[in-house]
């Protein structure tokens, strides 16, 4: 198959498009098990209907009928490989244009408007379990592509996550070739499909942080990241400053490196920084407020070594402590 054939065969009408045509009502792929029923009424879409020949299911999105609100199993990747389309996601409106993609974690609520007959959307769908090996031994990152990752592969993550890329066909050349090249392999597969498709897998991924790095307009987890923050700085006050960056983060379930981003990002300190300054306003607190002698102040406020302890303390106030509790 080549490019030509398969813009065609995108285009043209598959059989639950011949019927929505028609009805304009949502019909199902399978035998209507694949939604099954949850305790809060949206119905989740169960992966086992998809992953029978792989790890990686490239399919088109049928049109002119909307899809009521659902969840998946599954990792999904939306890309609006023609015209455009409207999606409620986790109680958000998204609009994807041609080139966009979304990148959705598991048990995302979200629905889609009907698409029309030059909408072509092409959903790429990731089991977690086995999608995860080939990330599990890359070097992590702090961007949000990383993040996604880190939180999608972990069973003790915050739902609703997803990420919009602003991949315009004309910006981002290698990625569109990329999705190209993978929808050659899921409509005409050989032998050889199943293990390339999750073979280009890790690469689609870089070059989503390559758009994203690029485009930074559109950040769906903002809200989340101002609480994170807010809760981690109420954490490590109750700890006194006394707690590790890695130590943060496992509470929080973020990577180390992401979480340090964060903080930054919100901040404007590293954890370094925030934990050093920290620990100085409360040596500073105790030199006014008691009589505790200097060494037991450092110590008290986090610090093994009385000579660093000073250095610092001079460096933040402009006073030794001896000075800076004489003049208190």
Known sequence: MNRTELDTLVRSLDPVERIQVRTREN???FDGGELAAEPDGIPRMQGKYFFGDGDVHIRKHHRFAAMPVHKHDFIELNYMYSGSCEQSIGGRSV???????CLLDRNVPHSIAPLGEDDILINILLRQETIAPLF???????????????????????PGRFIVFRAGTGENPKLHELILSMMLEAFAPDVHSAGLLRHYVPILFIELKRVYELDLNYDPEAPIRRGAIAEALAFMEEKNGNCTLAELADRFHFHPKYMGSLLKNQTGSTFTEWIQRHRLDRAARLLKETDVGVEEVARLSGYESLGFFYRKFKARFGRTPHEYRRDS
């Open 27 to 29: 019909t199902a792929d």
């Open 95 to 101: 609009s994807l244009r041609e080139g966009d993609v």
């Open 136 to 158: 599990r031994n890359e070097a992590p990152g702090d961007g949000a592509v990383e993040s996604f990752l880190s939180h999608a592969l972990s069973e003790s993550r915050r």
